[in-house]
């Protein structure tokens, strides 16, 4: 099994900046994709950005792109998506995600998911 644990969201203000991380343990060895997503309240689970294992190949949302940044340190197990220029309509719960597979941008793909941390973005 591989457990994701997120950290760094909380409350920041319209143009702010945030930087999750999600530290991944267990069986580290079998993740390949990692990615972010995001649940607002009464919506749907909708996708953030992914990466790929060595990070050459990622993927933004079109309403994240220019604003998000996804990284990862594999020595570290460790993702991160960088927040700039935040927006009230990006307050969300921010879940990580990891997959077995190279490269993952759908939801269905992913094995792994962390428990959330709360983005709120005040206007």
């Known amino acids: 099994q591989v457990q994701l644990v997120e950290s760094g969201g909380g409350l920041v203000q319209t143009g702010g900046s945030l930087r999750l991380s999600c530290a991944a343990s267990g069986r ?8 972010w997503f ?16 060595g990070g050459s190949s990622t993927t933004y949302a ?5 604003r998000f940044t996804i990284s990862r340190d594999n020595a570290k197990n460790t993702v991160y998506l960088q927040m700039n220029s935040l927006k009230p309509d990006d307050t969300a719960v921010y879940y990580c995600a990891a997959a ?15 428990q959330g941390t ?6």
Request: net charge positive; charged share 20%.
């Open 28 to 35: 580290t060895f079998s993740i390949n994709a990692m990615g």
């Open 38 to 53: 995001r649940q607002a309240p009464g919506k749907e689970r909708e996708f953030v950005s992914s990466i790929s294992w």
């Open 62 to 66: 079109d309403s994240v792109k220019g």
């Open 100 to 114: 077995k597979v190279y490269y993952a941008s759908s939801r269905t793909e992913y094995n792994y998911w962390g």
């Open 118 to 123: 709360q983005v709120t973005v005040s206007s």
